[in-house]
Structure formats: structure tokens, C-alpha cells
């Protein structure tokens, strides 16, 4: 059964959190690491199923993958100099505010801590960007996303194979669609460098575990809420194939 997604539309700061289900919950490491530990191992019993460390770091991720690429969607948007990279910012803020309500929804159902902050290497991506203007602007943004969400495309469908909670395996479901129509609007662009790309999803450069983790939330901070943009009208659950690249 599906949860409900209503809260969508509400634009709303809620849900205090405390010192202690901070230090319990917040995984010691995101990104695009892997966790430390044993990713299999039970963390909880829930009515949803067993969650692993595995399944709660996915969480994590998703909702902290939508704290920078959601802003940096809205530059793109603002910024963009072409209708086709207009159209991928579009994609990137309605597909994570909907990623973002979906991990609002199931975060206390399984008694996980929710970041409010990217990861400073996130953070730094979107200062990457933001420094950047014209068709460089374009070029930047559409390169570092197209190599995150290539390297975060097949840990979801890992997640979905082997995840027993059926929580985490809904969240998995609408990633996986959200990343590829992500992926696709931004080869539609005509700007992805795919040799380079390829060699920095399948070689990334190993960083301090303080760059790849987002900082856990302060007690009482509540839980901020990515706006939702029904008024864009896209759809990012049945993305459109690209044409292959022309080879030069």
C-alpha cells in the first residue's frame, strides 16, 4: 500500500527532533560512500519490516541528495540559457520535492534522523555552479549531476533488490523513476561529456568522511520542507529515452 502524498502540498517546518534520536538514527556516513559497518545488519523492527543500515543510509541519501540539487534546479530554471536546460531544473525541483515529501512521510515510520543540510562536498557542487555564468554555467551543472546521479543509479536498484521493508522499497521505486527522467533530461541538454563522466562515476576520488556526511540537525530543529512546484506541470515518472550521442 502506498502512503498518502497530501503533505506535498503544505510548505511547512515541522517535526522536532532530539540530541538523543540524533546520535541513534544519523548515519556516520552519506554520500556516495558506503556506510561503515555491516550494510545488512538489523538496525529496527518495524511494522514495514526489518530496516537495515543499508536501507536507513538510503534514506539519508535521498533526502540529502534533494537539499542541493533541488536549489541548484532552481538556478538552472533562473539561469539556464537554453529551453532544454530550463526544462532539466524543472525536473530537478519537482522530482526532489516529491523524493523529499516521500522521505518526510516514511523518516518517523521507521525512526530515522532526517538531515536539514547537504554534505559540504554537496554544498561545494552547488558553489561550483553558482560561480559559473553563460553556457559554462550550463556545462558545470549538467556534468556534476549527470556524474552523481550515474553514480547513485545503481545503489537504488541494489536497495530495491535486496531491501525487506516495504517502506524503503516504495521510496526505491520512485527514485529509481525520478533518477532516470534526472538523467535523461540532462542528456537532452547536449552538454553531458560522457568520457568524462564515465571515468568519474566508475573512479571517484575518496574524500574525509566530514566532506561526505551532512551535519545532523541540532536538537529541536525542525525538519525543512522542499517546496513543492505543482504549477511546473512535469512529469518525472515516465521519462522519454535520448537519442544516442553523435560520435565526432
Known sequence: ?????????????????????????????????????????????????????????????????????YPLGEMAMARGTTKEMKEAGEHLVVGHAGLDAMCREIAPELGITLPNKASPQQEGFVATVDSKSGREFDSTAVNIMRVTHGQIFPAIAKIRATTKNTLVRQLADLANDTVLDHITVLEKTGLVEYDQVTFQQTGPAKLPEEKVTPPPPQPGERVLVLKPRPDLDVNTATPTPTAAPTVR
Request: net charge positive.
Open 1 to 69: 500500500m502506498r502512503l498518502s502524498r497530501s503533505r506535498i502540498g503544505v510548505v511547512v517546518l515541522f517535526g522536532a527532533m532530539t540530541l538523543t534520536l540524533t546520535a541513534l538514527a544519523f548515519p556516520a556516513v552519506l554520500g556516495l560512500d558506503k556506510a561503515d559497518g555491516d550494510p545488512g545488519r538489523v538496525i529496527a523492527g518495524t511494522k514495514y519490516g526489518p530496516l537495515t543500515e543499508a536501507d536507513r543510509d538510503f534514506v539519508v541519501k535521498v533526502r540529502a541528495a534533494g537539499l542541493w540539487e
